[in-house]
């Protein structure tokens, strides 16, 4: 965790673990809260503190994400919230997720990560609207961004403990813009299109289906979706069945893991370890990622769960969620083969005989 420089005769933190500790301790003061108040609205703070501490804070750009992540989270938390109720609100909220989603992955990975923390915080202010914590979708958003103001106050310590600007410089607006448009040329137009109409389809029918279900934790739902929404322009099932494998095999795991605790003090005490572990030894791959940061949010947001003996019910809303993600894939996939299938009917017709 430390390392001596000789040179300059001092210790200094490593960055991935001084991220991870800015991410436990953002996280440790919400849930300690929540345990001795009984109120389970302080999940919103640990849960805007944990997405802050997604960002690197030594990074050049690290406040400023950490700033956006709280922002942007905080705001889809309380629409997740607000569309809770409505059935057509549900569809179209989530549907203009999954969009999102899909149009911030042209950017590069760490706009998809953006993209991706929004629809996760508009995935458990919906779930979280039929617990009856919470009394609207201010008091949502305004915990969710005291917890990520937490965090980045601690990400304003480290800094000044590496002797670091407390805000670094910013590069100028074109020269961003330009760099994020040589990100979005590196898709194809028309496959990306298809990827898009997919996670818009699947998104929007898993808030539906939470809605019409009445679910009390339907993120449990949503949540399977959102992890088994992969960018895989090629089209390979396999992939998609190994992907929707492995996040029924973490939800299994973490299911058994909370029946049979069944106590929130020894919840919160293993939670905010892996807290600790997960942004430490936080994985470069995309897809990995999501699957690392899904289930660290699952066990933030049940942390304080004292209802596990609805254990099946969260079992049944993975499994539907996983296995709708599949369906859209494997409909993408019937589309695409179909559409090479034309195209290599069409060239061979223009053939002369």
Known sequence: MLRFLPSRRRWTADPAWGAAIVASLGCALPLLLGLSSGHSGFLWA?????????????????????????????????????????????????????????????????????????????????????????????????????????????????????????????????????????????????????????????CGLAGLLVNLSGQPRGYWLTLAVVASLQIDLKGRLPRALKIVLVVLLATGLLVLLGHGLQNPAQMVALVLPLVLLNRAFQVGRYSLYVLQMGFCILLLAESLAQDWQLSRERLIGSLIGALLALLVALSLHIRRRLRGWRASRTDTDALPR
């Not at 590069?171 to 996670?199: D, E, F, M, T």
């Open 46 to 202: 640990s849960i805007g503190a944990f997405l802050a501490a997604q960002a690197d804070p030594l990074h050049r750009f690290g406040m400023l994400r950490m700033l956006l992540l709280t922002l942007l989270g905080a705001c889809s938390a309380g629409l997740g919230f607000w569309s809770a109720p409505g059935p057509l609100e549900s569809l179209l909220v989530f549907a203009a997720g999954g969009l999102l989603l899909a149009w911030l992955q042209r950017f590069g990975r760490e706009a998809g990560k953006l993209g991706l923390g929004m629809l996760v915080c508009l995935c458990l202010g919906q779930g979280q609207q039929r617990l009856g914590s919470m009394p609207n979708p201010y008091a949502v958003a305004t915990l969710f961004t005291l917890g990520g103001l937490w965090a980045t106050l601690l990400a304003f310590s480290l800094r000044g403990l590496h002797g670091l600007r407390l805000w670094p410089y910013m590069p100028r607006l074109p020269s961003v813009l330009k760099v994020l448009r040589r990100h979005a040329l590196r898709l194809p137009q028309p496959q990306w299109r298809l990827y898009a109409l997919g996670c818009a389809l699947v």
